[in-house]
């Protein structure tokens, strides 16, 4: 068998030794060109390293197991590899021919400006109060984002509340036209289109996500008294946003947003584009290696 590891920002191959201890496998470093120089990938990184591969990942259609090492772990969580070590035993398990690789979805974001270009994520895609928060934790050195940092950001945005109107229409693909999920003077303050339940370092924003089901959920945040919203927050931890008359919760194979101004979309805690954009879910479209 042969393994190609790919590392990420504060990773180095030393981060390899534990892996290639016992293995019999043959080792490369770096992307492989095609899907004949390799079996599968080891990736050491976050979300954000991910995210940059996703691309050639759907191309190669190579299983791939995260080593979660970034400041964000959001979409190694969602596949219970919580640590290095659960990692490690995982891919002692898939040498041993225990653990077989499984198809999983990812999100597709296509800007309405530029057709010809699609956006992969495996987290969340989201705009308004989570985008802004997004952008402000980029700016962070990278020790403090994986210590706190999109909540830091996030928190001195809850008082600004920055709503806009915005406009999603659902289709899915037993409907011959979309549903509407206007409604008049509604303002918004996040939108979340969610491959799976987590993000910024562990929110559950789509508590019911699955990344098996061909759908993405999505989550609205409609605006709300700043004290109120203060007080929701928490809550996002354990998914109880969900009891909130002000948070409408949908799931949806095929989503377009559109807003009155152009506001930007991130995904995987990256900037993608801005509105308008057509968010879907490509299903089965990700090979990964995770617990049985």
Same mark, same amino acid.
């Given at each position: ?67 979660? =090492? /970034?400041? $964000?772990? #959001?979409? !190694?969580? +969602? ?8 990692? %490690? @035993? ?34 969340? =895609? /989201?705009? $308004?109060? #989570?985008? !802004?928060? +997004? ?8 020790? %403090? @984002? ?147």
């Amino acid at each position: 068998m042969r393994a190609a590891a790919i590392f990420g920002l504060g990773t180095s191959p030393a981060d390899l030794k534990a892996f290639q201890a016992g293995s019999r496998a043959e080792w490369l470093q770096g992307l492989p060109a095609s899907s004949n120089d390799a079996d599968v990938i080891l990736l050491f990184g976050g979300d954000g390293t991910i995210h940059r591969h996703l691309p050639a990942f759907v191309r190669l259609q190579l299983p791939v197991l995260i080593v979660p =090492a /970034g400041s $964000g772990n #959001d979409f !190694a969580r +969602a596949l219970r590899l919580r640590s290095v070590r659960d990692s %490690l @035993r995982v891919w002692r398990d898939f040498e041993a021919g225990e653990v077989q690789a499984r198809a999983v979805d990812l999100g597709v974001i296509v800007p309405s400006s530029s057709p010809e270009h699609i956006h992969y994520f495996c987290c969340v =895609a /989201g705009c $308004g109060l #989570d985008s !802004a928060a +997004a952008r402000s934790a980029n700016r962070m050195p990278r020790w %403090l @984002r994986g210590h706190g940092g999109y909540v830091l950001s996030l928190l001195p945005l809850l008082l600004k509340l920055p709503a806009f109107s915005m406009r999603l229409k659902h289709v899915n693909a037993t409907q011959l036209s979309g549903t509407d999920h206007t409604e008049a003077g509604k303002l918004t303050l996040l939108a979340a289109f969610a491959n799976t339940q987590f993000y910024g370092d562990g929110m559950r924003i789509a508590p019911k996500a699955d990344f098996a089901d061909g759908k993405l959920d999505i989550c609205r945040v409609s605006t709300m008294n700043p004290f109120k919203l203060f007080c929701m927050f928490p809550s996002v931890y354990f998914g109880h946003h969900l009891l909130s008359p002000k948070v409408e919760y949908s799931k949806a194979e095929r989503v377009i947003v559109e807003t009155e101004t152009p506001l930007e979309i991130y995904a995987d805690g990256e900037f993608v584009c801005e509105t308008p954009a057509e968010i879907s879910a490509a299903a089965g479209a990700l090979r990964v290696i995770m617990p049985a």
